[in-house]
């Protein structure tokens, strides 16, 4: 082949010699069958001289591939010797401790001890299973065997093949070794039987490529190294190697680097460490680029790696090539696999499920989970308990990388607006789950996923809360205003069930940005609202608050948009309290609950009200704050009052949380406890962590203490711990801890 395509090219082999940098004796061996298996970068430097691409380019590669394989399985040593380790293996402590457990593990009567280590490609499974076997090589007078099972070629060798190596390695001769598979097998687990010996096969293909070379019981051990999960292996241990944690990866990249690695800096190489997401292959490659290069920075490459569209790139060295490992597992899928993963770059958020998958791949969702099992088991995805999937961030470039070289920019860009309509079509779905008059839809969109409940709901908007912020962004720079500003107007409700969330923010301002877009001066005064709601949840910034009442203030006399005008003044309340100064504060609450109740707006109207009585309470004046709370809990309790059932389920719980502070500050302790008690427990039905709650278990916890309840004001303290740590107050957590840690 290679003869042809240089005639093609009418080119004598000096010209090409010349031009592709291999010599013209290395050629002549090649065109005359001398050579039938050379090195890869030798046949790539060929393949460019001569200008070879698509199936041509790919036909010669792999001719030469398949020759160093054949040569690998003809060539007569008999051995399988061990590799040799590498001086600066770091970390896996407890997944050697596995296999020396190994080792002397026992087993049942016929069944043999068998270790399979799985993991995806670049986690350096084959370095530690060198690295295992070498540990443990004294524990095995009779000898440590490898052999590459080349699990990732086309063709992967048959286990008759795999046997009569192993066979000759154990010292049976040639014309000892049976003809046939069932045979070679047999005798090879009889010596198994009675010697001490470990085999290790690397890269294995499939179960049906390593059942026959397992053993059948007694002293003989196996451990075997796959990217494949190899599921359907009967009784064998498994042990699955993941990434290194960063402490680790970084000590592996120094022991690389050496001597060089003082004048690096610590923190370029954490940085660089953290950029290869704990893949061995990454960070040797890295290490090897920096050590072959002296007058590298390691600052610099961090900076170059930083870049996601270039990153892929830079994890090159000589022969090493990170995207060549996840390259072979992709070859191994199926067409609709290999569509399915590299269309699931496009998906915006760290991790996603099989409804998900299943409208990235445009199939229904049983293919989804059939191509997302196969992608699992070449591990070029990982699982989770929770039925959602992830990329590591290396192979997720990967799959963009295939997804820009294989699909059609005009193909792309309609995935990314099929992905990004389903997804805020999803968000705005499940958060009128909370809005009242909405709840169930009447009629389901056939092409949404099915909710059935409140907490079906929750669950969806809290797992893909990535995934649909992302869409948030991408619809909003795309010029899709109305699917933000449908999505941000949903989640308005919904975000008091988890008030200190991290994105509300982001999500009110694109609201916002969206309804200025559309000219809705109404909505836009709506949204810069809820911007206030996100400023006064602590901790708190009041002046920010003032500034988003203030723009919603002009917007909604603008529109004439009397509830937002109202809830302007509200707001402008709730920064004004939080500035202590109460009369002020009280004013602008009296004003926007007097507004409401001209509307007809008894919820809003109450919330007003409530906030009266904070100020009362903030304010010292604690009887007064009292005898208001009472009066909102007898209209909240009322069940003519006119107000919303959902209004009434969360403001019940925290009326009785504020009526509790005050019961307390007025010295009627044992009052206090039992409305505290039962605010607290009201609170949890509703399943929302917020600072009301934390601040109330606190504050019951040290009336408990107080009253000699020690047990109960233990537990107290530990859940108000719960509460701080779940809305991000770690100080006041760690407070709580130590405080039912005392009360013991």
């Known amino acids: 082949m290679l003869r042809a395509h240089r005639r093609a090219a009418r080119l004598t082999l000096d010209q090409l010699a010349e031009v592709s940098g ?16 050379p090195q890869h970068r030798t046949v790539t430097a060929l393949a460019d001289a001569l200008g070879l691409e698509g199936d041509a380019r790919k036909q010669l590669i792999e001719l030469a591939r398949e020759g160093r394989l054949r040569d690998h399985w003809t060539r007569p040593t008999g051995l399988c010797e061990l590799p040799r380790s590498v001086d600066d293996f770091t970390g896996r402590a407890a997944e050697l401790v596995w296999v020396s457990e190994l080792v002397y593990a026992e087993s049942s009567p016929g069944v043999g001890v068998v270790g399979v280590v799985t993991g995806a490609a670049g986690l350096g499974k084959t370095t530690f299973a060198v690295r295992a076997a070498h540990s443990v090589r004294p524990s095995f007078p009779d000898g440590v065997f490898f052999l590459d099972l080349f699990g990732m070629s086309q063709r992967p060798p048959a286990a008759d093949d795999a046997l009569q190596q192993l066979l000759r390695a154990l010292g049976v001769a040639d014309q000892q070794i049976p003809a046939d598979t069932q045979g070679r097998a047999s005798l090879y687990r009889s010596l198994l039987r009675d010697r001490r010996v470990l085999v290790v096969l690397d890269n294995a293909a499939s179960e049906e490529q390593v059942r026959p ?15 494949r999960l190899l599921s359907g292996l009967e009784g064998v241990r498994r042990l699955v190697l993941g990434p290194l944690a960063l402490p680790e990866s970084t000590r592996l990249l120094t022991g690389i680097l050496g001597d060089r690695s003082a004048a690096d800096g610590e923190s370029a190489l954490a940085r660089l460490a953290e950029l290869c997401g704990g893949l061995p292959l990454a960070l040797r490659i890295i290490g090897n680029r920096l050590v072959s290069r002296p007058g590298w920075d390691a600052a610099e490459l961090a900076a170059r790696l930083g870049d996601e569209e270039r990153r892929l790139d830079q994890f090159k060295a000589g022969d090493l090539k990170i995207a060549n490992a996840f390259g072979m597992s992709y070859e191994q899928l199926a067409d609709s696999a290999r569509r399915m993963f590299r269309r699931l770059a496009v998906v ?3 991790d996603f499920d099989a409804a998900l998958a299943a409208v990235v791949g445009g199939v229904p969702v049983e293919d989804a989970w059939e191509a997302l099992d196969d992608l699992v088991d070449l591990g070029l995805l990982y699982d989770s308990d929770a039925g959602r999937y992830r990329f590591h961030d290396l192979v997720r470039l990967f799959a963009r990388d295939r997804l820009h070289q294989e699909d059609a920019a005009a193909e792309r860009e309609a995935l990314t607006g099929r992905v990004t309509s389903w997804l805020l079509r999803m968000a705005t779905l499940s958060g009128r789950w909370f809005e009242p008059g909405y709840g169930r839809p009447e009629r389901p969109d056939p092409d949404l996923a099915v909710l059935s409940s409140p907490e079906e709901a929750e669950a969806w908007l809290r797992a893909n809360v990535d995934n649909w912020l992302g869409a948030m962004r991408a619809a909003a720079g795309s010029g899709r ?5 449908d999505c941000a107007e949903s989640m308005h409700w919904f975000s008091d069930l988890w008030a200190h969330g991290p994105h509300w923010r982001e999500v009110f301002t694109l609201g916002a940005e969206a309804a200025d877009a559309l000219g809705d001066l109404a909505q836009q005064a709506t949204q810069l609202n809820y911007l206030a709601w996100v400023h006064s949840v602590p901790p708190s910034d009041p002046q920010a608050v003032l500034r988003c009442s203030a723009q919603a203030m002009e917007l909604a006399s ?26 002020e504060a009280v004013a602008a609450s009296s004003r926007s609950s007097e507004m409401f109740r001209a509307i007809g707006d008894i919820d809003s109207c109450v919330q007003c009200l409530a906030h009266i009585a904070h100020c009362r309470l903030d304010e010292g004046r604690h009887a007064e704050a009292l005898e208001q709370y009472l009066g909102l809990l007898a209209l909240l309790e009322d069940p003519e009052s006119g107000m919303t059932p959902s209004v009434v389920a969360l403001s019940r719980p925290l009326a009785l949380i504020r009526i509790g502070h005050c019961l307390e500050r007025l010295g009627r302790r044992t009052e206090a406890i039992s409305t505290l008690t039962v605010g607290t427990d009201a609170v949890d039905t509703l399943q929302m962590s917020d600072f009301r709650q934390a601040g109330a278990l606190e504050t019951l916890a040290a009336l408990l203490a107080d009253e000699g309840r020690t047990d109960e004001s233990r537990h107290a303290y530990a859940r108000a711990a719960q509460v701080f740590e779940a809305i991000g107050d770690t100080e006041a957590s760690s407070r709580c801890q130590a405080l039912a840690t005392a009360t013991r």
């Open 348 to 350: 915006p958020g760290q």
């Open 22 to 37: 291999v010599s013209a004796r290395t050629l002549s061996d090649m065109e005359r069958g001398r050579s039938r298996g």
């Open 558 to 583: 603008r529109a004439g948009a009397t509830a937002q005008i109202a809830w302007a003044h509200e707001y402008t309340s709730s920064a004004l309290r939080l500035l202590g100064r109460f009369d």
């Open 213 to 227: 070379l397992l053993p059948g019981g007694g002293a003989g051990r196996a451990l075997i190294t796959t990217r």
């Open 481 to 485: 205003h109305s699917l933000v500003l």
